[in-house]
């Protein structure tokens, strides 16, 4: 107080001293510089950098998204979308980087001793950015927005509710139909963002014209593929940003994305490609590499033959040399597979048996099963040759790791033509098993490792189940995807931490016995921020970048 | 946009070009020396003509003269730049560039060829049954005419690639619709110029059946336009297919085509931009080669212009 008191004395004198322009604008200068640093100080509070301070308050962070959001209310929704959106919204409950669960918008959560009801006491300071009140009304109308919509990506999220009680304004009890220990990550997940239910019912299906939530930006503009603008929510039940705004760029080239890098024009650039991570360094600016809870892996579709056959799928797992994709293709941004798990996890495994690169192995399960060499180099049986269907896209490198494979399985006799396809029928493609496919690489994550015991989509039931076991009509399989869906079943009612490891393992080694997946690699999230972004928060194992307390120190 | 050229500016002179050869009867030895003196005299032609020599023999004799074979991998030299080894680098699996160009050479100006044959067989022969017999058979061969023109021809072949599928010969089926209706058009025209002339009504008189009419009269006279034309369909023909390849839903991979090759070297243009220098190149000296001589061909063929 002393400091500021003496500089707006310095302020005065140099104003009411007379003498020319130049003496003014150097005493003006002068009484700036004294001004200035309390000033700041004061305005941004005793806890923020001296950096900052010195940097000032302020500014836009650009940051890129491939493509428009599919959606603004996350009924349907990707990692692009989120990436888009997500500043506009909070969740009920958050997670922080080991996937611990956090108080956001309700700060205390329970459950029953039969595990069918959870009670969420929540935050009464909390305001949408339309200045309605968020309350337990609000979160009611939130699952219910979801649960009345079976289109809704998070409707099999909450399927499990049977209904949602609101004894007051600052709680709500969720009831369940059946136990469902991964429910209170799904109150931290994105089907928990909080939209205004006034806003919301207000403009119906235009609510993309106004998206309002909680979150630490609102909404300023839209126009779809080009740009998205938020501004500061001065109203934060938080410590408001320091960032006047963010902008959201919208850039599908990964190439403009890097020009943009470069000329400084993007803050930010998402999911760089390995082979680029040198470039973007060299550009000055920083990667942040995290793993992933995810899978890649080579899909295999046990109802075509002949990948329907054990030996063949054994064969193809024994003839894929990962280490040297992980080197060659991934830069080492990547560690080997196991059996679905990835090492940091919980349900990660070193008693599963891990399937390594071995050719001659391979050949000799061929040879045993019945497949010799032809006089092309090409494995037949009863004069039928051993050939598959190899499914492809033009997404990112994935036609590429299709081609890897493609040359690798040759080696051992198998041969294979491949079919590329645009992604959105690619996807069509693979999960309705069409065409006849037999194998192709394919990539799952998950949004938190905690509730995935194989990082992908294993269960038979699953919308996007890995290998088509559900619809084998060969008995033996029926039997295998029986066993899954139970174990399936039985995680999702099991708290214990340490029985669902158990059931992890049995799933997990199911799935190597019967080879049903050949498990590849788990990659990395690859993000660059320009050096002068500071203190940025690498959220959903850096898949995004959280700017509620970034500056920006130019 | 060839094929709009082709249409709106060419097809009045090309009609004049089958007067041309009807004056000079069946005199090709004059047409062969006109052919002649035109490329001797159009230098670019000249040059044009000897690089699709050249490439064509390239293409022809790819198996001996790649280096290596054009789908032979190796990921230790993956991305390599051009070396003593591999004169024009690896690509993103460790191909050798050069030979997937040479042998993407074949796929390329097979597809290209073959597109504009099945084109100039189908466009000619609805061409010559519209003119010829005019009618509600004119009135509708046009109208299917319009309506496949009313589709932007990159868009149509697109469309059919993605309902039959990508494959080699589906490729060749879309280029095949997307020659067909400037074809029809051209040989249409011609048909009816030719008509009622002294020398088709001297056939009537004389008691030549239609096939006779047609075969030995009016295709010979068609001739002229319809080479011109499909020699610069052949252009608009490869850079289609590379356009098909460059989005996806051309040929397959690993099969080397230079639209494939270009799309998939787009990706690694800061790492390795020769993987976009190469194909793009060959792409472009090739196309501007067929409308050289294209050029030379109309230049030489129509009175017109001479």
């Known amino acids: 107080m002393d400091r500021s008191m003496h500089a707006r004395d310095v302020i005065e004198a140099a104003l009411q001293t007379p003498g020319s322009r130049r003496a003014f604008l150097r005493r003006a200068m002068l009484a700036l510089g004294v001004a200035m640093p309390p000033v700041s100080g004061l305005l941004l509070g005793p806890g923020l950098p001296r950096a900052m301070a010195a940097a000032g308050k302020g500014g836009t962070v650009t940051v890129p998204a491939t493509a428009s959001p599919t959606s603004w209310d996350l009924t349907k929704s990707d990692w692009i979308t989120w990436g888009a959106v997500n500043y506009l919204y909070d969740r009920l409950l958050d997670a922080d980087e080991k996937e611990n669960l956090r108080p956001m918008l309700a700060t205390t959560w329970s459950v029953s001793k039969d595990g069918l009801t959870y009670t969420l006491k929540l935050r009464r300071d909390v305001k949408f950015h339309d200045g309605t009140p968020f309350n337990a009304a609000a979160v009611k109308f939130n699952f219910e927005r979801h649960l009345t919509n079976k289109n809704s990506r998070y409707f099999p999220d909450f399927e499990a509710i049977d209904h949602v009680e609101t004894p007051d304004d600052a709680t709500v009890r969720v009831v369940l139909k059946t136990v469902n220990a991964d429910m209170p990550y799904n109150f931290a997940g994105w089907g928990a963002i909080q939209l205004s239910p006034t806003t919301t019912q207000r403009l119906g299906s235009d609510y993309a014209s106004h998206p309002v939530g909680t979150g630490p930006f609102k909404f300023q503009a839209y126009v779809p593929d080009s740009h998205i603008e938020f501004v500061r929510n001065d109203q934060y039940w938080q410590k408001p940003p320091v960032l006047d705004g963010l902008r959201v760029n919208i850039l599908p080239d990964l190439n403009v994305e890097m020009d943009n890098l470069q000329a400084k024009t993007l803050d930010a650039l998402y999911y760089i490609n390995p082979k680029d991570v040198d470039g973007v360094k060299k550009m000055g600016a920083a990667v942040e590499a995290r793993a992933v809870p995810g899978a890649q892996f080579i899909s295999m579709n046990v109802t075509q033959e002949p990948t329907s056959e054990l030996a063949v799928r054994k064969a193809i797992a024994r003839a894929v040399d990962r280490d040297a994709m992980i080197k060659k293709l991934l830069y080492g941004y990547a560690v080997k597979a196991r059996a679905g798990a990835s090492p940091t996890s919980h349900y990660y495994n070193p008693d599963v048996l891990m399937v390594n690169y071995n050719p001659g192995e391979a050949a000799k399960i061929l040879d045993e099963a019945g497949w010799k060499l032809g006089p ?16 492809s896209t033009t997404f990112q490198d994935w036609s590429l790791y299709n081609q890897v494979i493609q040359e690798q399985l040759k080696a051992v006799g198998i041969d294979s033509k491949i079919t590329s396809l645009e992604w959105g029928t690619y996807l069509d493609t693979w999960r309705e098993n069409k065409n006849g496919w037999n194998i192709t690489y394919h990539s799952q994550g998950s949004v938190f490792a905690s509730t995935a015991v194989l990082e992908c989509s294993w269960q038979p039931n699953a919308f996007w189940n890995i290998c088509q076991i559900r619809k084998s009509t060969d008995p033996q399989i029926q039997r295998l995807s029986q066993q899954l869906q139970s174990i399936a079943d039985q995680v999702l009612a099991t708290p214990d931490p340490a029985k669902r490891r158990d059931l992890a393992k049995q799933a997990q080694t199911l799935y190597q016995e019967n080879q049903l997946t050949v498990w590849l690699w788990h990659g990395e999230s690859l993000t660059g921020l320009q050096p002068y972004v500071k203190d940025y928060d690498m959220q959903w194992h850096g898949r995004v970048v959280g700017f509620t307390r970034a500056w920006l120190n130019k | 946009m060839i094929r709009s050229r082709v249409n709106r500016d060419r097809s009045p002179t090309a009609a004049g070009a089958s007067l041309r050869v009807q004056r000079a009867g069946h005199g090709s030895t004059a047409l062969r020396r006109r052919l002649w003196r035109e490329f001797v005299r159009n230098r670019l032609a000249f040059v ?165 009419i047609v075969f030995r009269h009016l295709v010979p006279n068609t001739l002229a336009p319809i080479i011109v034309h499909a020699t610069l369909s052949v252009a608009g023909a490869l850079l289609t297919a590379a356009a ?24 690694y243009m800061r790492n390795a931009s020769y993987l976009v220098t190469f194909p793009g190149l060959l792409i472009f000296v090739t196309v501007l080669s067929v409308n050289l001589v294209g050029d030379a061909l109309r230049d030489a063929l129509d009175p017109y212009l001479r």
């Open chain 2, 48 to 212: 044009g003509a000897l690089y699709l020599a050249v490439i064509l023999a390239v293409a022809a004799l790819a198996p001996a003269v790649a280096p290596y074979a054009p789908n032979k991998q190796d990921l230790i030299s993956r991305l390599d730049p051009p070396s003593a080894e591999h004169w024009l680098g690896t690509d993103e699996a460790g191909r050798d560039e050069l030979s997937r160009l040479v042998y993407g050479a074949r796929v390329s100006l097979s597809i290209a060829v073959m597109g504009t044959v099945g084109g100039v067989v189908l466009g000619t022969a609805l061409g010559l049954g519209a003119g010829f017999f005019g009618g509600e058979l004119d009135n509708l061969t046009m109208r299917v005419v319009d309506v496949m023109y009313a589709f932007p021809g990159i868009l149509l072949a697109i469309l059919i690639v993605a309902v039959i599928g990508p494959s080699l010969f589906n490729l060749v089926i879309a280029l095949t619709v997307f020659s067909t209706p400037t074809l029809a058009r051209i040989v249409r025209a011609s048909v009816l110029s030719l008509k009622p002339r002294e020398f088709i009504e001297a056939a009537r008189a004389i008691g030549a059946t239609r096939p006779r």
């Open chain 1, 376 to 391: 092309d180099g090409i494995r037949q049986r009863d004069g039928k040759r051993l050939a598959l269907n190899l499914l």
């Open chain 2, 244 to 267: 098909l390849g460059f989005l996806g839903v051309g040929v397959q991979p690993p099969t080397a085509e230079w639209g494939a090759m270009l799309s998939a070297g787009q990706e």
